[in-house]
């Protein structure tokens, strides 16, 4: 058997068609334009890549983009006095702040700073707790949303199914197993989290109905800890060493993907699987923040 | 083989003693006494008996004790104004309102109301959601906090362990499942989730080491439903028709009391188990309140 290839890049350019389609609705009908603002601070090239990416696509789906590039020497006060701008700048209704900030910023002080209306990455605890508390009228973090919405596509229902994450991170792990418990649509998944302290992991991950990796290890998951036709989404995406590859390294999840290719129903690849849900759903989150923010249903 | 009884009267017990030396302490360094205010609107019976509980116990631990009482015709408008009194009175740290409120009150909106430094019971989003996230500057609900304190009381260490929650509310279970699952002392373990829509709910039961049962439903978990050993907590509460009790009825847990307590290795009675802990760790969640409001560590 060969599983099916859940196939993100695809997925992902449908949602970005949908937002793109709801930004022109918007525009016709209440006059809108949905708007992300993303602050960048200093000039790690990674983080760069991302914003430019980030900026691109907003103008390529109708937005009104705004990047705020600082030095990365820029003051604490600077960066709060920018985002309480932000705040109150009401073409801007989604607000993001580049990872990692250089070490005099304090990233949790300028997320707690965000407006939680504006808040499209959902770190503020008022948008995490919303979420696990079963509310709609917040946010969802952008990479487990991701993969929920990967399911729906793939018509894959976890309700009375039972899902394994692999991994306890505040944006994937803890967020995946708050969406997969609720009494809700897409969800309604029996849950069970393991992580660096489970023992014995295999027993939990063979029984796994749905299996979901997210715990950064390369190729952690081999094909003996994988039940027979399981669906698995593998979050992971680690650099390892590759001089075959004229960049030096290649990208891996956390799935040992040839294997378990052969094993599971249904399988992410990486890069291509994942990924590419992450940003599509931050774009969906600034299309609900704009709604929102303007009472529209 | 027969289980060691879980005496959550005890334990209670015991941290309401904490509690009085701690209100002692804050009164004698910092000349404090922490503020409880419960907030109960028309006659029902059942939240009178609890709001005077409340009450009386609060003044015997030496807390500043409010008790509000309002007709069951009140306007919404107006428990807001005494919310809002509330969250602006220096004297008061916590803030209760009992449930079920009367049809005319929106509870959630009252909830969101108070102030979320003062929501000792933790039902605001923000505490919710700083909990999920594993911060320890906001509260943990009574009863899935009670719990914790059951376990680590009796040396039960989480960590590693197989934790299998069996229900999703917002008040246990789901709580449960992000207090259980942290990376934290008295934490730490595998856990699962099962709920009303779990296939096959002893596939999971039978493997766990901590059992906690909060289903609402009388005597759900038998003796074929545990593993041999396992440590049974059960946090429901469940009336059943008893001709031969003077009142016609008697108290029942989710878990069929006699017959499991032969095989597990620890159990909680009902009455007598979890139930006492819920008020010990609303006491508690005050002291914290008035200390974190006031700057003390």
Same mark, same amino acid.
């Given at each position: 058997m060969t599983a099916q290839m859940i196939d993100g890049k695809m997925v992902a350019q449908k949602i970005h068609e949908e937002t793109a389609k709801e930004t022109r609705l918007l525009r016709e009908k209440y006059n809108l334009q949905p708007g992300l603002a993303v602050v960048l601070i200093g000039e790690d090239t990674a983080s760069q890549i991302y914003v430019n990416m980030k900026g691109k696509l907003s103008k390529e789906l109708g937005f009104f983009s705004d990047k705020i590039v600082l030095d990365k020497d820029v003051a604490m006060r600077e960066v709060l006095h920018i985002v309480e701008k932000l705040n109150k700048d009401?073409?801007?209704h989604g607000i993001l702040v580049q990872s990692?900030?250089?070490?005099?910023?304090d990233e949790e002080k300028v997320i707690e700073a965000i407006d939680y209306r504006k808040d499209v990455d959902c770190f503020n605890a008022i948008n995490v707790g919303k979420m696990l508390i079963g509310k709609t009228d917040g946010f969802y973090p952008c990479t487990p949303y991701g993969v929920i919405k990967l399911l729906e596509y793939y018509n894959i229902?976890?309700?009375g199914k039972h899902a394994v994450i692999i991994g306890r991170s505040n944006i994937v792990g803890k967020p995946l197993m708050a969406l997969l418990v609720q009494k809700a649509m897409g969800a309604d998944a029996t849950v069970t989290v393991c992580h660096s302290?489970?023992? @014995? !992991?295999k027993h939990y991950t063979t029984q796994a109905d749905i299996l979901i990796a997210a715990?950064?290890?390369?190729?952690?998951?081999?094909? @003996? !800890?994988v039940k027979s036709g399981a669906v698995v989404i593998d979050v992971g995406i680690n650099r390892v060493k590759d001089d075959s590859s004229k960049t030096g390294y290649r990208l891996v999840g956390d799935v040992a993907f040839e294997e378990v290719s052969k094993k599971a129903s249904f399988i992410t690849p990486?890069?291509?699987?994942?990924?590419?849900?992450t940003i599509a759903m931050l774009m969906q989150n600034t299309i609900k923040a704009c709604k929102l923010q303007n009472g529209i249903k």
């Open positions: 009401p073409r801007i990692p900030p250089p070490p005099q910023i229902n976890p309700s302290r489970t023992v @014995d !992991m715990i950064g290890k390369p190729e952690f998951v081999k094909a @003996d !800890m990486v890069p291509g699987g994942v990924g590419p849900m």
